[in-house]
Every structure is written in structure tokens, then in C-alpha cells.
């Protein structure tokens, strides 16, 4: 009797060492199950056609995925009318080349990029208590905690070869299906590089405009609500990696930035005393620090977002 009394805590031990390596080991798998999600979202003038918008964010890309760069190459075959990349595309400093394969035929769609702070820096080892506690591993008394810097002039000038809008505090539009679009989109918020002058009133970008949209790698509620403030019809963002690690049935734990967890990922509304409500989708983004390559209850993540007139229903799944 004493020495199965005795054993006990050994089983439980036992229990427990396991099921925490079950949970591990899928956690790493669902960082690879790659998700298409699909969302209606009513912005356009009355009547208007649909637009197909793919929204992009966070492919932290190294050499070696090549399981995530052949699932980005199929995105191709959906057709979108517009792509449009939220930040943190770099994972390693070779990873422009792959990456722009990855984007293969997007890139000879119209499109619009941000960057985030893991296209100027290179991801390190970090203590992920940090992250759930809110430390972000990228500023540390307003100094750079990084190892290297990437090769973002790289990124920005493949992009942009292909007539993507580089959007890092900027203005532009494009002709879309026969539509005009005007952007306004700023530098990283996580660094604190956004400039918010850089995102003028939308009604300044051209009264012609179809649609106005603002962009940001992170969605700090600063940008947002200036956004809104500005009259922007539809914000995008990412960054958030919808939370990364969630618990069932109760979602995400942080959204590592000052965006409530209820709109961790998704399409909702934002606004401001005194401002129209925008639609607001923050992508839950494609990969994770090559430190921490693990998602759970979060699968990785592409939206074809479908703008329709604003007579019409939106819906999501």
C-alpha cells in the first residue's frame, strides 16, 4: 500500500510532463495549419460591384519555410483585386528573395505595404513571460534590445518595383477594377515611428475617391482613433498574431499593443466622439518569432476580405 501511495505523485508527474508535450507538439503543428479567412465588409458607394481584397500581415519569413512560402504562392490563384501587407513580412536576413517568390503573381496585382518592427530588426531569444505581461523585447529606455538590422531597403525597393505603394507615413491611390482607391498608411506604432500628419484628412486624398483606406502594422488605439478622426471609411492592421496563444472558449490573453483583446483579430468598428464609426480588420497574421514557433486556438492566418456596397450585409467566417 505505502509504495502505490508513494507512486501516485510519480503518475501525476508523469501526466501532467505529458500532457504538456502533447500540447506543445500541437501548438508547433498548428503553427504550420495555415487558414484562409473570409470576410464582407459593407464600405463601398451605394450599388457599387464587390472588390476582392487580400489582407496580409506578419509572414515572418526565414529561407527555410517553405511549407508557408508554397501555401502565400497559392494565394494567387484567388484573384484579389488589391493585396494589401500589414508589417512584419522578415524573419531572417536572407528572407527578401524567398519572400518576393513567395508573393510569385500577387505581386503583379495593385498593392500596398507597411512595415513592422521585424522588417527593420532581426527576432531574438526573449524571456514569453514578457510578452504576456506586455514587455515587447524591441525598446528598452528608448535603445535598440535587437541583434540585426534587416534588409528592409531591399523589401521596400522589391515591393515597390512592382508598383506596390509604400505606405511607412505615406499617401498614394491606385486604380482598382476601375475604381479609385486612395491610401494613407504610417510607419510601425509598436516603434513608435508612425507619424500621424502623414494620414491627412480622407477627404483630402480626392473627392473622386471610391473608397478611402488607412493602414498600419499595429493597431495602437492612437492611430485608430486618428483614423476615424479623419474621416477613414476602413482601417487595416495586424501585429497582434491574434493573441498567439489563447485558451479555448476564452480567446486571447494579450493583444501586445493597447487594442482591447475582443478585437484581437477580425473585422469590428472604431470610433471616436464626434467621427462616423470606420470598419476596422486586424489580420491574425501568418507566422510567429522563429524563437517561438508555436500558435494555439490561433491558426495562421490570410483574410480575402469582399467590399461591397453599403446597402449590403456583411458577414465573416
Keep these: 500500500m505505502r509504495a502505490s501511495v508513494a507512486a501516485r505523485p510519480v503518475v501525476v508527474g508523469a501526466g501532467v510532463i505529458g500532457a504538456g508535450a502533447a500540447a506543445l507538439g500541437y501548438a508547433w503543428w498548428e503553427a504550420r495549419w495555415f487558414a484562409l479567412r473570409h470576410v464582407s465588409v459593407p464600405v463601398l458607394p451605394s450599388g457599387a460591384r464587390p472588390l476582392k481584397v487580400l489582407h496580409l500581415s506578419d509572414a515572418h519569413l526565414t529561407p527555410a519555410q517553405g511549407r508557408k512560402a508554397d501555401w502565400l504562392r497559392s494565394l494567387a490563384d484567388l484573384e484579389p483585386d488589391l493585396v494589401v501587407s500589414t508589417g512584419d513580412h522578415l524573419a531572417h536576413h536572407d528572407a527578401v528573395p524567398p519572400l518576393l517568390e513567395a508573393y510569385g503573381e500577387l505581386l503583379e496585382r495593385p498593392g500596398v505595404f507597411v512595415f513592422g518592427s521585424n522588417d527593420y530588426f532581426a527576432p531574438v531569444p526573449k524571456n514569453p513571460l514578457k510578452y504576456l505581461t506586455g ?55 509598436h516603434l513608435e515611428l508612425d507619424d500621424l500628419a502623414a494620414v491627412p484628412p480622407a477627404a483630402s486624398l480626392g473627392a473622386d475617391a471610391d473608397l478611402a483606406v488607412a493602414v498600419a502594422h499595429a493597431p495602437y488605439l492612437r492611430v485608430l482613433d486618428h483614423a476615424s478622426r479623419q474621416g477613414y471609411p476602413l482601417v487595416l492592421a495586424g501585429h497582434t498574431h491574434g493573441g498567439q496563444l489563447c485558451v479555448p472558449f476564452v480567446g486571447a490573453l494579450v493583444t501586445n499593443c493597447d487594442l482591447d483583446r475582443a478585437r484581437v483579430k477580425g473585422l469590428s468598428t472604431h470610433q471616436v ?45
Excluded: M
Excluded at 524563437?291 to 456596397?309: D, N, Q
Design 135 to 189: 514587455g515587447t523585447g524591441t525598446q528598452v529606455g528608448g535603445t535598440w534590445e535587437r541583434a540585426a538590422t534587416l534588409p528592409f531597403e531591399d523589401l521596400r525597393e522589391g515591393l515597390a518595383e512592382h508598383g506596390w505603394l509604400d505606405l511607412n507615413n505615406a499617401t498614394g491611390s491606385l486604380t482598382v477594377d476601375e475604381r479609385r482607391l486612395t491610401f494613407a498608411g504610417v510607419d510601425d506604432p
Design 273 to 317: 466622439a464626434g467621427s462616423s464609426p470606420s470598419w476596422l480588420h486586424v489580420s491574425g497574421g501568418l507566422g510567429t518569432s522563429p524563437f517561438a514557433p508555436v500558435r494555439f486556438a490561433c491558426r495562421p492566418e490570410a483574410t480575402l476580405l469582399t467590399l461591397t456596397a453599403i446597402d449590403s450585409a456583411g458577414s465573416s467566417s
